[in-house]
């Protein structure tokens, strides 16, 4: 879990192209959109497509949780973890 | 420049450049006698924008930010805007197209900037201009179309427009349909209505119809364009595939 945190970090910093900003900047707790890393909507569906593309876990855009599994690295970690035990993907 | 001429006049309050390896007037201005391609790598410096905003920016945002940084003075300085390119952005179509063809998805972020008008969006997003923006593409025509629509802006609403004219390095794959020159340079010129008299030297843009023949390549025309603005008793004078352009000071007599 803790390394899938670091490889979304890393997944973040690359699809984003998050210029002077390293690994060790985001908080795996900290909310990604708004007052924390500050990302925005565009962002939300760039990431979409990341983890999509590394993990071949699709987020659905219209569900309520996805704005939950969006709140920071380590729900999205958490997310990816379940998805992959379920057999998704 | 003959009966079958259109004109319009207009001032010119400043002007600011960049290429790879040039910025300062003096620069230019020893360009200008030289002519060719500007050479060089290095891509235009926007440090003075927050990371978070800068990230969005390609090399071609990148050159736009910064010249029209040098001709807003302050953060209240707003006014409206007129982009011109030829090509635009062209890697970015070019990378989601070939997403396209790949059948893999495309990048949000690319497909929200990919849009002729897109860099003069996120200029004013983070400089909170809501003047007007407008976006020109007129093939070889691009720069001086680019500047007449300046000028008329600036005609009718009476007061300074800016007109931004950037090209960037152009994707190999289409190379082959384009064998003229396309430099990578950005020309940033804030534009006075004739009447504000305090604004800077008056200048004239002329153009009239010509049989079809050949054109000045980009670089030759932003040479002849520059020439006639901003060099002592300069005279700009070029031909596209179908118009001859005219771009002259105006010496009003005492």
């Known amino acids: 879990m803790s390394g899938l945190k670091t490889e979304l970090r890393e997944l973040l910093i690359e699809a984003l192209e998050l210029e002077d900003i390293a690994v060790e900047d985001i908080d795996p707790q900290a909310p990604l959109f708004g007052d924390g890393l500050g990302l925005d909507s565009i962002d939300a569906l760039e990431i979409g497509v990341a983890v999509q593309k590394k993990y071949n876990v699709r987020l659905d855009a219209t569900s309520e949780d996805t704005r939950e599994h969006f709140y920071s690295i380590e729900n999205l970690a958490r997310f990816i973890e379940s998805a992959r035990a379920n057999g998704a993907g | 420049m003959n009966n079958n001429s259109t004109e319009i006049d207009f001032r010119l309050r400043d002007w600011q450049a960049w290429a790879p390896g040039m910025s300062s007037h003096k620069d230019w201005l020893a360009w200008i006698e030289r002519g060719g391609p500007p050479a060089g790598e290095e891509r235009a410096d926007v440090s003075f924008l927050p990371a978070m905003q800068r990230r969005r920016l390609g090399p071609m945002a990148r050159m736009v930010f910064r010249v029209m940084e040098d001709t807003l003075h302050d953060a209240d300085d707003h006014a409206p805007m007129v982009f011109a390119s030829r090509h635009g952005e062209l890697a970015r179509s070019y990378s989601l197209l070939q997403s396209l063809a790949e059948g893999e998805p495309l990048s949000p972020r690319d497909f929200s900037l990919s849009v002729h008008n897109a860099i003069l969006g996120l200029h004013s997003i983070a400089r909170k201009n809501r003047e007007p923006a407008t976006a020109v593409a007129a093939g070889l025509d691009t ?11 600036a005609a009718v609403s009476q007061r300074d427009c800016l007109m931004v004219w950037a090209e960037q390095s152009i994707p190999a794959f289409y190379r082959h ?3 003229e020159d396309a430099p990578v340079a950005c020309l940033a010129l804030r534009v006075a209505p004739k009447e504000d008299t305090q604004a800077g030297p ?46 002259e000071p105006v010496h009003v007599a005492a």
């Open chain 2, 143 to 153: 720069l001086p179309a680019g500047l007449l629509e300046t000028a008329v802006q």
């Open chain 2, 177 to 179: 349909y384009l064998p």
């Open chain 2, 202 to 247: 008056l200048f004239r843009l002329a153009w009239r119809a010509v049989p079809p023949g050949d054109p000045a390549g980009e670089t030759a025309v932003l040479q002849s364009m520059l020439t006639g603005l901003v060099r002592p008793q300069g005279r700009g004078d070029w031909r596209s595939e179908r118009r001859a352009w005219q771009l």
